[in-house]
């Protein structure tokens, strides 16, 4: 069974930084991708980054692009997302998904198990 347990959220002031953590396991192929998503409320499920297992392939939102960074720690089955300068606008619950899948995936629908999510607020 697939279990995935995001950590790292907490209210920021803008400019300032964040890592966020997503633990997986019990995934049962050798190919697969990680992903990030975020909710703001009233609004839809947004992809933000995401990472191939195969080749550690990344994507990034443009709206994520050159703030955010995704490393995957294979030892510990942990992916990050290195969040910095952080604005008013990246307030969200932060959600890790998996697929059973190598290539990238950047929409909601793709993945297949999610974590609980983990609040971010960006406020001064």
């Known amino acids: 069974q697939v279990q995935i347990a995001e950590s790292g959220g907490g209210l920021v002031q803008p400019g300032e930084s964040l890592r966020l953590s997503c633990a997986y396991s019990g995934i049962p192929l050798q190919y697969y991708t990680i992903g990030w998503f975020r909710q703001a409320p009233g609004k839809e499920r947004e992809g933000i980054s995401c990472v191939s297992s195969r080749d550690d392939r990344t994507w990034y939102a443009d709206s994520v692009k050159d703030r955010f960074t995704i490393s995957r720690d294979k030892a510990k089955d942990t992916v990050y997302l290195q969040m910095n300068s952080l604005k008013p606008e990246d307030s969200a619950i932060y959600y890790c998904?998996?697929?059973?899948?190598?290539?990238?995936?950047?929409?909601?629908?793709?993945?297949?198990?999610w974590g609980q999510g983990t609040q971010v607020t960006v406020s001064s």
């Open positions: 998904a998996a697929r059973g899948h190598r290539d990238l995936a950047t929409k909601a629908d793709e993945y297949d198990t």
